[in-house]
């Protein structure tokens, strides 16, 4: 636990589908009392093919990130990326007074698109609350400037890790939330 008392941003990494989402929302879940603001994004689906993503605010609002046959200049594989609807959800989340921890989920190739969401991510990193997020695996200069971070705790997500974590997790930012009490 020292060494995230030391690095109050926590950011999830592992492949596709591993969980990383399930595992913030029971850390979200198990924090009774705090107050998480941020958003979550979600797989839309049509049968069994994935169409798109949606984002998702712990408010409870949400809206398209991305989706097959949108047309936008913003593009990520066969996906249109919505970013106007994105900031719109999404930016508000991350400068709520009174949050006791920010959820970022995820910092990957589409919500990188928008630049006002990079500038509010550099800014809750830098900022006193604790960060917990994900990240993709790729991306470009601007995600890789956040790996680079010595205030961030990356951890990996696997089948094995993925239910003992959020426990895990809710302590750690317990124990981080005391520190920060006590100075």
Not at 25 to 44: D, K, S
Not at 172 to 183: I, K, S, T
């Amino acid at each position: 636990m020292a060494v995230l008392r030391t690095r109050k941003n926590v950011l999830l990494t592992g492949r596709p589908g591993v969980g990383k989402t399930t595992v913030i929302r029971r850390v979200v879940e198990q924090l009774q009392g705090w107050r998480a603001c941020g958003f979550y994004t979600q797989e839309l689906r049509r049968q069994t093919r994935r169409i798109g993503f949606r984002v998702v605010t712990l408010d409870g609002q949400e809206g398209r990130l991305a989706e097959v046959g949108f047309d936008s200049p913003y593009r990520v594989g066969r996906y249109g990326v919505d970013v106007q609807s994105f900031e719109r959800l999404a930016l508000p989340t991350l400068t709520i007074p009174g949050a006791d921890l920010l959820v970022i989920d995820e910092i990957g190739k589409m919500e990188c698109f928008s630049r006002p969401f990079q500038q509010a991510v550099q800014c809750v990193l830098d900022g006193r609350l604790p960060v917990l997020g994900t990240i993709g695996r790729g991306g470009g200069p601007f995600m890789r400037s956040v790996r680079g971070r010595k205030d961030v705790r990356f951890i990996e997500v696997t089948g094995a890790s993925r239910t003992e974590l959020p426990s895990r997790l809710a302590q750690m930012l317990r124990a981080l939330r005391e520190d920060q009490r006590g100075q």
